[in-house]
């Protein structure tokens, strides 16, 4: 009788078994690194309340992926502005008569004149927006008080220059920028001539406005003076939309680290309702 071969055992030797176990634990903290490596990944990545709007991409300064785009795309040619048509005026300012007001008071930073107005006074800055509500050019009390400019602005530097005035039944101080809401009359006097100690700016007439001109104004345009690139163009933006008359060609609207802007405001009526009229315009020469 033959003798019977012993079965192959399907039983792995010890030594085989520990080798992979071995391997299966290796495989095993690889995956849990990739797995733990990926969830850093999704948690890293910025979630947006956007229902509440509590943060937004932009006050993160984070960059989309369309702007990425954007940046690496080639440049492009920059749109040509319509040719500028020469501009014809005489400057009626005296800059004489500014610097011998200036001696006078050392708070006469300027000058304001607006053809067929009675608007053509010195113009004062204090320390606050308060002091020359009552007060004339000399400082001595007066009911009309002066026109000035805001205490925090510079006629020469600043992105928007403001120069306040009261709205006189007589048609003095700045009563007369009222006129602009006539557009027929705004457009045969669309520049305001401004001078400081050393210069006579040329500005020319964008819109007129009647606005709420008081803390919670939808558009708080006293606060708009030194700007952003992004701050200067929302400040045309809202110009243009709260404006009752517009002047400005759209084409050729100001820019930041070119243009500068003066705003005059006075009362719009005798009531204490917050309603200004203001007139803005953009600064087109200098002499």
Not at 78 to 103: A, F, L, Q
Not at 115 to 124: E, F, G, H, R
Not at 126 to 136: A, V
Not at 183 to 207: C, D, K, P
Request: hydrophobic share 35%; charged share 25%; glycine share 6%.
């Amino acid at each position: 009788m033959k003798e019977k071969k012993p079965k192959k055992s399907h039983k792995l030797s010890l030594a085989v078994r520990k080798r992979i176990a071995i391997a299966s634990a290796s495989c095993s903290m690889i995956l849990a690194g990739i797995a733990c490596a990926a969830c850093l990944i999704v948690l890293n990545q910025p979630t947006f309340r956007t229902a509440e709007n509590i943060i937004s991409a932009e006050a993160m300064d984070i960059v989309s992926p369309l702007e990425m785009e954007e940046e690496t795309a080639p440049p492009t040619e920059p749109p040509t502005e319509p040719p500028t048509e020469p501009i014809t005026y005489e400057m009626k300012i005296d800059m004489e008569k500014v610097r011998s007001h200036h001696e006078t008071n050392p708070d006469v930073v300027g000058w304001i004149y607006i053809q067929d107005t009675a608007i053509n006074y010195p113009i004062v800055q204090g320390d606050d927006n308060y002091f020359y509500l009552d007060k004339n050019w000399l400082g001595q009390p007066s009911f009309a008080g002066s026109i000035f400019a805001d205490w925090q602005c510079s006629l020469d530097l600043s992105d928007n220059a403001l120069v306040y005035g009261h709205n006189m039944g007589n048609g003095t101080m700045l009563h007369g920028i009222k006129y602009y809401k006539d557009q027929e009359w705004g457009e045969a006097h669309r520049f305001i001539e401004i001078a400081t100690l050393n210069n006579r700016y040329l500005y020319e007439v964008m819109s007129e406005n009647v606005i709420y001109g008081e803390w919670g104004s939808e558009f708080p345009y006293w606060t708009y003076i030194d700007l952003t690139e992004k701050q200067f163009e929302s400040f045309v933006k809202n110009i243009k939309r709260t404006s009752e008359v517009w002047y400005a060609d759209d084409n050729r609207l100001p820019k930041d680290g070119r243009d500068h802007i003066i705003t005059l405001q006075t009362c719009n009526s005798g009531a204490h309702d917050g309603m200004r009229c203001v007139v803005f315009a953009r600064r087109v020469g200098v002499r």
